[in-house]
């Protein structure tokens, strides 16, 4: 059973750093691209950033481009999100999701998510 | 970027409609379209790939159609489990963009 968990939410003053974490298990994390997605309190999905298998290529949503970094580490089934310079509006629940192996940009499998508050 | 419509923003319904959602894109994306279920407080669920494609597991009520730019979701006979918040997906390119959402809740 394909399961992701994430870590590292709370509560961190504007202008401050978070590090999201997501533990994979029960599938080849290494033959996976891999995502996250964010989705504002009351609000809709929000595609935030997605990372190649061997973490050689990355994308970002604009508007978090130069602020926050993705990363896996592959020998412990893990996926990363570096939060840096952050701003009221990237308050939301942040997702880890499973990118379909045949299809770019599709996810098929998600995390529960961790709540990012950001605020003064 | 492509932008994503859906309509309605919000139905009301009763156990055993017929249920349909309408997902446009602002240009062509071939079939690359997926539908997800989120109720609250969970992880959003996929349902439908390739905009006709029944995820395994999922009931066959549910069901896709569409391509180009006009996508539908169809709930042949909505059941109590199925109030929640549906959102389409577009991964025809970069960035992935989803649809704003479709609240159907109970009549």
């Known amino acids: 059973e394909v399961q992701l968990v994430e870590s590292g939410g709370g509560l961190v003053q504007p202008g401050g750093s978070l590090r999201l974490s997501c533990a994979a298990s029960g599938f080849t994390f290494s033959s996976y691209w891999m995502s996250w997605v964010r989705q504002a309190p009351g609000k809709g999905l929000e595609w935030v950033a997605n990372i190649k298998q061997d973490g050689s290529e990355k994308y970002y949503v604009d508007s978090v481009k130069g602020r926050f970094t993705i990363s896996r580490d592959n020998a412990k089934n893990s996926l990363y999100l570096q939060m840096n310079s952050l701003r009221a509006e990237d308050t939301a629940v942040y997702y880890c999701?499973?990118?379909?192996?045949?299809?770019?940009?599709?996810?098929?499998?998600w995390g529960q998510g961790t709540l990012v508050t950001v605020s003064s | 970027d492509i932008q994503m419509t859906q309509s309605p923003s919000s139905l009301s319904a009763s156990v055993g409609d017929r249920v349909t959602i309408t997902c446009r894109a602002s240009q062509g994306i071939r079939n690359d379209l997926g539908w997800y279920q989120q109720k609250p407080g969970k992880a959003p669920k996929r349902l439908i790939y390739a905009a006709s494609s029944l995820q395994s597991g999922v009931p066959s009520r549910f069901s896709g159609s569409g391509s180009g730019t006009e996508f539908t979701l169809t709930i042949s006979s909505l059941q109590p489990e199925d109030f929640a918040t549906y959102y389409c997906?577009?991964?025809?390119?970069?960035?992935?963009?989803f649809g704003p959402g479709t609240k159907v809740d109970i009549k």
């Open positions: 999701a499973r990118d379909d192996r045949y299809f770019d940009w599709l996810l098929d499998y």
């Open positions: 997906l577009q991964h025809n390119s970069y960035p992935p963009v």
